[in-house]
């Protein structure tokens, strides 16, 4: 698996991402129906756009720390990973990991462990002590996934974005 940051002026200023990237992304997003009616980002989790998937990853960049990575194998998108370097909430410290979909097509490959793995590799490397992470409380899935992967809870609080009711997970990356 290759893993390469989007470049942060990809989207600045009005920028389209390149169309075979966002039409990668968007069947990456669109694969994950289930998710997406959980989480209820997109209005309609079966229709989702490019220009939704586009301006959702705007959002996300708009963060100072923001980053996205893209996972590929065998020249394929299998999955993107958005990291905080600081979460948006002054208090919090330690770097976050905002986002970890692999494309349905691909899951139970191994992709999602990885990329998990390289983004704490990166922010070990980095020097940061802990990773933190917020999953929907109704995502009984991604929590067994998370859990699997030696993250603890740490709180139960609404997300900043939509008040959703969350999880907070975090592991030392000692």
């Excluded at 990991?97 to 992709?111: F, K, S, T």
Aim: a negative charge; glycine letters at 8%; hydrophobic letters at 45%.
């Amino acid at each position: 698996m290759i893993v390469e940051a989007l470049a942060p002026k990809a989207l600045e200023d009005g920028a389209a991402l390149p169309g075979p990237l966002l039409t990668e992304l968007t069947a990456l997003y669109a694969s994950n129906e289930e998710f997406q009616q959980l989480s209820g980002d997109f209005p309609d989790p079966s229709d989702i756009r490019p220009e939704q998937v586009a301006a959702a990853l705007a959002d996300e960049l708009a963060q100072p720390t923001a980053e996205v990575l893209l996972a590929r194998s065998e020249g394929r998108l299998v999955a993107v990973a958005i990291t905080l370097g600081r979460h948006p909430d002054p208090g919090e410290t330690e770097p976050w990991l905002g986002l970890l979909m692999v494309h349905g097509d691909e899951r139970r490959a191994g992709h999602g462990r990885r990329l998990a793995a390289h983004v704490e590799d990166r922010f070990r490397t980095a020097g940061r002590t802990g990773l933190r992470l917020a999953v929907l409380e109704n995502n009984p899935e991604a929590l067994a996934f998370w859990t699997s992967l030696g993250y603890q809870e740490t709180d139960r609080r609404p997300d900043l974005a939509h008040g959703r009711a969350c999880v907070v997970m975090r592991k030392a990356l000692a």
